[in-house]
């Protein structure tokens, strides 16, 4: 089955600078990769997803990029605010609506 | 409102004993999914329903049971076969069908065995 790995574990950056988080995952068939934020004490919410046909995705801040070849993808988060503090989890399935399989997540701290 | 409620939010279980976590969407959701989240292990899958009256076992389903007689629910038993089942609960829907889309969470149920 499918295997997602995710790295770093813990990331701390300066309020402003960037973020970037990253995951492989195993099964070459997977073609669908979203990435969740959790608050703390709060239900995991999508923030950003991109299909295999696509390359690269962006929402203002945020951005995702997809190596097919190499099977990682990547969350970019710019200018960080401390807002974005918070839990970030990459996921990934394979067609037919499969369960998504999820990495192991990333604290993320935005120090003001 | 539409969404995916889960209930109770925090759960207390003697050991012995069996439980049930309640899930409910209104967001007329076929495929229905329970996770377990422990820190620092991720979302783990303990069972799927893609369809009413069906359901799959995921990587971590022994010491559960799930059923799945209404579109809306999907309940999941902690049985008292879980030898470690203090965790947080995550309860989520999609769409189904044959294409992937976003899946939906609830609140959380966190359980504890006292």
């Known amino acids: 089955g499918e295997n997602v790995e995710q790295h770093p574990s813990t990331l701390s950056v300066q309020e402003g600078d960037s973020a970037v988080i990253k995951c492989t995952y195993s099964?070459?068939?997977?073609?669908?990769f979203p990435w969740y934020k959790q608050e703390l004490g709060k239900r995991p919410q999508l923030i950003i997803d991109?299909?295999?046909?696509?390359g690269e995705k962006k929402d203002q801040r945020i951005a995702v990029t997809l190596n097919k070849t190499a099977k990682h993808f990547s969350l970019h988060i710019t200018e960080t605010q401390p807002e974005d503090s918070a839990v970030y989890f990459c996921?990934?399935?394979?067609?037919?609506?499969?369960?998504?399989?999820f990495g192991k997540g990333t604290r993320l701290s935005v120090i003001a | 409102d539409g969404g995916i409620t889960q209930s109770p939010k925090y759960l207390f279980r003697k050991e012995g004993q069996n439980v049930t976590l309640s899930c409910e969407q209104n967001?007329?959701?076929?495929?229905m999914y329970w996770y377990r989240q422990d820190p620092g292990q991720g979302l783990r899958l303990i069972y799927y329903?893609?369809?009413?009256?069906?359901?799959q076992k995921g990587d971590i389903a022994e010491g559960y049971s799930v059923s799945r007689e209404k579109k809306e629910s999907f309940p999941l038993t902690v049985t008292s076969a879980q030898k470690n089942p203090t965790a947080f609960y995550l309860c989520?829907?999609?769409?189904?069908?044959?294409?992937?889309?976003?899946?939906?969470f609830g609140q959380g149920t966190r359980l504890t065995v006292v």
């Open positions: 967001l007329n959701h076929d495929a």
């Open positions: 329903s893609q369809i009413v009256n069906d359901f």
């Open positions: 996921a990934a399935s394979m067609p037919g609506n499969t369960p998504l399989v």
């Open positions: 991109i299909r295999s046909n696509v």
């Open positions: 099964d070459s068939a997977s073609n669908y």
């Open positions: 989520a829907s999609s769409i189904g069908g044959s294409v992937n889309t976003e899946a939906f």
